[in-house]
């Protein structure tokens, strides 16, 4: 069992950079696959990255290739999501998850058991 929770969301101007962090609790951890998703203001909620158990393996979104990096410290149990080159489609409210089977990258929302319970991005011009 694993309970999350982001942090690190805010206002931040176009072009800027923002990093958010998803604190995990669970003795199991570092054998789960971690996701990011988010969903803006009246739209699905959507896959943003994801990275493997032991991070030898990412997975991003074409909306932000290029531009956001996940990565996890096992150690410390937590996961990252680095953000640069914010745009205002980039504005949502921004999840972190956890599947358990951490050795398979899958974009789906059902592949990750466990959810966050989100942190605001908001970008503006």
């Known amino acids: 069992q694993v309970q999350l929770v982001e942090s690190g969301g805010g206002l931040v101007q176009a072009g800027g950079s923002l990093s958010l962090s998803c604190a995990a609790s669970?003795?199991?951890?570092?054998?789960?696959?971690m996701g990011w998703f988010r969903q803006a203001p009246g739209k699905e909620r959507e896959f943003v990255a994801s990275?493997?158990?032991?991070?030898?393996?990412?997975d991003y979104a074409d909306s932000v290739k290029g531009r956001f990096t996940i990565s996890r410290d096992n150690a410390k149990n937590t996961a990252i999501l680095q953000m640069r080159s914010l745009k205002l489609e980039d504005t949502a409210v921004y999840y972190c998850?956890?599947?358990?089977?951490?050795?398979?990258?899958?974009?789906?929302?059902?592949?990750?058991?466990?959810w966050g319970q989100g942190t605001q991005v908001t970008v503006s011009s």
């Open positions: 998850a956890a599947g358990r089977y951490g050795g398979r990258l899958n974009r789906s929302g059902s592949a990750y058991g466990y």
């Open positions: 669970g003795r199991t951890f570092s054998s789960y696959l």
């Open positions: 990275i493997t158990w032991n991070a030898d393996g990412t």
